[in-house]
């Protein structure tokens, strides 16, 4: 960046201007150059995985084109992997946003069961009303639902010091047989059905789907564009608001945030609710835009999935957004692998976590590709 | 690599010889999308893969599947199939009953089939295998209720779902009629056929709940146990195996589990056999020759869909009496005298 001409002295003074008036160039290389060589590295670990479960190499080709090709390929492959990221999103920019108030939220998986559950009870329930008041009314119900549901976790915090990290794991669980129970009400079970499913919801209730005018097949619904305006209201909230500043004051140093006057029960409180609020959304979303009902398997471990989203992404809703996609390209193109390569779904998962072990680990990766980062300044100066 | 080297030449040769017979051979293929067990669960999905295997070796087709992981899955992997130029999607399990007509509707021209699911009214293009589970579960019952030393037995279930179901009526029914028959007090425990209600686990996937229920059973002092729940019951054979074959028996589910799971075969009395295998390689045949129609394909005892597996190592141990008493009661089944259906 400076020329060869410049002294060392001067380049530390240039750097030093550099970093004050972009402060983002440390964040950019952990935003975006650590997970590029992190995916790199995974994916020639999982390459090597193959080879050691005795997959020729032509398959291995043939299966991480099948990836690219099932993740961007096509249209369909597009639309896959948008309406596999989207509650990906959701979910990751809910923990996302407890993260940053310090708060470790297990708790998304449980939240958006909840989330989901509501929206179907809300959709079945008010099947006369018109598409415009009962979409939202589903979406608001599940947010609230969620809301509430991580908000038990954020009181029990405040109020008791119960660690969100077990309180949240807890209500997992509950929220599991909670819905067992729920899909085995006579209300909202199935008629006709023995087993726990729910009543369908009205056509009109779904989100639309998008591109269905081109091929029945095209999943992709509204909730993306949901999904898109909650990264940015959610960057808007936490950089933007004196309540985001409150949750990061609170996530850097809780004691600090407390002798400012910031309330901390409160804002822990708060900040869990508006992280189950969109995990109940994600939850939500999927049943209104996918599935149309509710069964107990419904969550499908996305709101774990959604930890490594939000991790993935540093906890910055425009990281989250791109590690949505990320998985959901994952998933949508592990599929394709499958029918392209015959490749266990089982590798996808191991390529994923991979992923995840190298972004967890930036020095490693630093360690792994030194010619990609900068050095620091400390090894230049004198 | 050899072995795949060697594999290939195999299927080409297959390919070649079925080449002389049929020309569009070398291009149909069949695809599965399996339920959340996997498709090595050592029963329900496997048998239902054993059928593409077996139509791969004989008939030269291509066969390819896609494992759900969860039933978000459903939908997406039916989808991505449609995109791979496949004959006919064969989508197993009940639970996959909704996705395959929504895919089925939207895409009239696929042929599609289906285990465990009858449409009504039908849909022109799925062909859906169902089977009357019932009738081999009644003559394990029967067994059961003829063996066990305890007086009681137990059953427990995956999801409350008719397929599922359909096993422990049988069962039931055939440990009644038992009872009537030698004026008996056996209990079945896990089901109740009037109030269709009983022990289900939830899911079709923790080897974890299998052990569990499996325990709570033989806890009540059930001595056999009949877990109608794919790989879940391993876990109940596992604990069986840990208690040895005298204390605690188990009666497997779709395959010939003394085959499938040669690592705990001794605890198996003998498996209620549910020969996806042979309907899936029917459809494929079927579509191959152009045959193919919507609607149902039943298997049943007198077809030999459903079967009672053979007592492999308890074959002692099973009184000759009571063998000779099963060959009656399966004839009665055949000829209808004997009614299957829970009282």
């Known amino acids: 960046m400076s020329d060869s001409k410049t002294d060392s002295k001067t380049d530390i003074v240039i750097q030093n201007l550099l970093k004050r008036a972009a402060p983002g160039r440390g964040e950019f290389e952990d935003l975006v150059i650590v997970p590029l060589f992190a995916i790199a590295a995974a994916l020639v670990l999982g390459a090597l995985t193959m080879l050691a479960t005795s997959v020729d190499p032509a398959t291995i080709a043939r299966s991480y084109l099948a990836l690219l090709q099932g993740s961007v390929g096509s249209l369909n492959a597009i639309s896959e992997t948008l309406t596999a990221a989207t509650p990906l999103i959701l979910a990751g920019l809910g923990l996302a946003l407890g993260f940053r108030a310090g708060l470790f939220n297990i708790g998304a998986e449980g939240q958006i069961l909840m989330g989901g559950m509501a929206a179907v009870i809300t959709g079945f329930s008010f099947p006369e009303l018109p598409f415009y008041l009962l979409l939202p009314l589903c979406l608001l119900s599940g947010a609230l639902t969620g809301a509430f549901y991580a908000g038990i976790a954020g009181w029990l915090r405040a109020a008791t010091g119960a660690h969100e990290v077990i309180s949240t794991i807890m209500l997992n669980l509950i929220a599991y047989r909670l819905i067992d129970y729920m899909l085995r009400l006579p209300f909202v079970q199935r008629s006709g059905r023995a087993d726990p499913i729910s009543k369908s919801i009205p056509d009109h209730a779904e989100l639309p789907r998008l591109l269905e005018w081109i091929d029945p097949n095209l999943r992709v619904h509204a909730g993306v564009f949901l999904a898109l305006a909650a990264v940015f209201f959610v960057y808007w909230l936490l950089f933007k608001t004196k309540l985001g500043f409150e949750f990061r004051a609170s996530g850097a140093s809780p004691d600090a945030a407390r002798f400012a006057g910031i309330r901390s029960g409160m804002t822990i409180v708060l900040a869990m609710a508006s992280a189950g609020a969109l995990a109940g959304l994600a939850g939500s979303v999927q049943v209104l835009g996918v599935l149309d009902r509710v069964t107990p398997g419904f969550s499908a471990g996305i709101g774990f999935d959604a930890i490594a989203v939000a991790l993935l992404g540093r906890s910055h809703p425009f990281g989250v957004l791109l590690a949505g996609l990320l998985f959901g390209g994952l998933e949508a193109g592990g599929r394709q692998m499958q029918v392209d390569a015959g490749v266990s779904i089982d590798l996808i998962g191991i390529i994923q976590a991979l992923i995840i072990v190298f972004i967890a680990a930036p020095m490693l990766v630093r360690a792994i590709f030194p010619w990609g980062f900068r050095k620091p300044a400390t090894v230049q100066g004198k | ?343």
């Not at chain 2, 929504?102 to 859906?128: C, H, M, R, T």
């Not at chain 2, 009666?251 to 042979?278: C, H, N, W």
């Not at chain 2, 309907?279 to 007198?302: P, Y």
């Open chain 2, 1 to 343: 690599m050899n072995f795949v080297g060697k594999k290939s030449a195999g299927i080409a040769a297959a390919v070649a010889l079925f080449l002389a017979s049929a020309t569009a051979a070398s291009a149909f293929t069949a695809c599965q999308v399996t339920d959340t067990g996997g498709i090595d669960d050592n029963s329900f999905n496997q048998t239902a893969w054993k059928g593409v295997l077996d139509a791969k070796e004989k008939l030269g087709i291509e066969g390819r599947f896609l494992e759900s992981q969860a039933e978000t899955d459903y939908e997406a992997n039916i989808n991505s199939l449609l995109g791979g130029n496949c004959d006919v999607i064969i989508t197993v399990g009940f639970l996959l009953g909704d996705a395959t007509k929504k895919a089925a509707e939207a895409n009239p021209e696929q042929k599609f089939s289906i285990v465990d699911y009858a449409y009504d009214p039908v849909v022109p293009n799925i062909l859906g295998q169902v089977y009357a589970t019932d009738e081999a579960a009644f003559l394990a019952g029967y067994l059961a209720a003829g063996m066990t030393k305890s007086g009681v037995l137990g059953v427990f279930g995956g999801i409350n779902i008719p397929p599922v179901t359909i096993f422990m009526d049988g069962f039931h029914a055939g440990a009644a009629y038992y009872n009537e028959q030698k004026g008996a007090s056996v209990s079945v425990l896990g089901w109740d056929p009037k109030a269709r209600e009983g022990l289900f686990t939830n899911n079709f996937d923790s080897l974890d709940d299998g052990r569990a229920f499996a325990q709570n059973l033989y806890d009540e002092g059930a001595d056999i146990i009949v877990p109608v729940a794919g790989p879940v019951g391993l876990g109940s054979a596992t604990l069986a195996a840990e208690l040895g074959p005298d204390k605690l028996k188990i009666i497997g589910v779709d395959a010939d589990l003394y085959l499938t799971d040669p690592e705990r075969k001794q605890v198996y009395l003998t498996s209620i056999t549910k020969r996806m295998d042979a309907t899936v390689f029917d459809v494929i045949k079927q579509a191959m020759d152009g045959k193919f129609e919507g609607g149902i394909l039943l298997g049943s005892l007198a077809s030999g869909g459903v079967d009672l597996a053979p007592f492999h190592d308890m074959e002692e141990a099973v009184p000759a009496e009571l063998k000779q008493e099963l060959e009656a009661i399966r004839a009665g089944i055949i000829d209808g005298s004997i009614t299957v259906a829970p009282k």
